[in-house]
């Protein structure tokens, strides 16, 4: 016949003095009881086999999970280095481009007219000062002068030399008063007369057509 040994939790832990156990030492016994019973309860579920299959499940869930995530992010940087790449190799090949075309108009600039004086004129309508916009048209209007005096018109300006001239032979009358309208304001408000680098082109390319009429440039 076996002999039970008595349990550690059957002997109160807090007695009283008097021989007893206090009511408040035995309910902290209890609640010390029903905790070391609850752990050691949950120890063998923890620890079961069922828990570690589940526990390696969830493990194996989120490393799979997060090796997503950073082969996402591998993706992604190279998508966006590559993308950077072409938006670079794009702007470059843009602005080797746009100088080539620059350098083409310019070069088609001088070939096309052998006059130094309208060279001079573009050259300064194709920087990027408004002083130099203002001169560019005020030598082409010199040069409209010229040309007035070539084709014959009398006066001792450009004005006179309008007003004598006959609109059949000089279809483009209208378009030489209104550039040369626009030269005598910069002549007369200087620095006060403001201009943009749109309609100082407009402007310069009046006097162009207007030479090209007649074979000027």
Request: glycine share 6%; no cysteine.
């Amino acid at each position: 016949m076996e002999i039970l040994q008595p349990s550690i939790f059957d002997t109160p832990v807090f007695k009283d003095p008097s021989g007893g156990s206090s009511p408040i030492m035995a309910g902290v016994e209890k609640t010390g009881i029903v905790i070391v019973n609850f752990f050691r309860d949950l120890f063998p579920i923890i620890f079961s086999q069922t828990s570690w299959e589940i526990f390696k499940f969830i493990v194996s869930l989120l490393s799979a999970f997060f090796i997503i995530i950073i082969i996402y992010a591998l993706i992604r940087t190279l998508e966006i280095r590559k993308k950077e790449h072409e938006y670079w190799h794009h702007a470059i090949h843009e602005y080797a481009e746009r100088q080539k075309i620059r350098e083409a108009e310019s070069n088609k600039q001088r070939s096309i007219s052998a006059n130094s004086k309208w060279i001079r004129v573009l050259d300064l309508l194709s920087s990027g000062d408004s002083t130099n916009w203002k001169m560019a048209i005020i030598e082409a209007d010199t040069m409209l002068d010229e040309l007035l005096s070539q084709l014959g018109f009398q006066g001792g300006n450009i004005g006179e030399k309008l007003k004598s001239a006959d609109p059949k032979s000089f279809r483009k009358m209208s378009l030489a008063w209104e550039a040369h309208t626009v030269r005598n304001k910069i002549a007369h408000e200087g620095g006060d007369f403001t201009i943009s680098s749109q309609e100082a082109n407009r402007i310069v390319s009046i006097y162009e057509d207007i030479f090209r009429d007649f074979d000027f440039i």
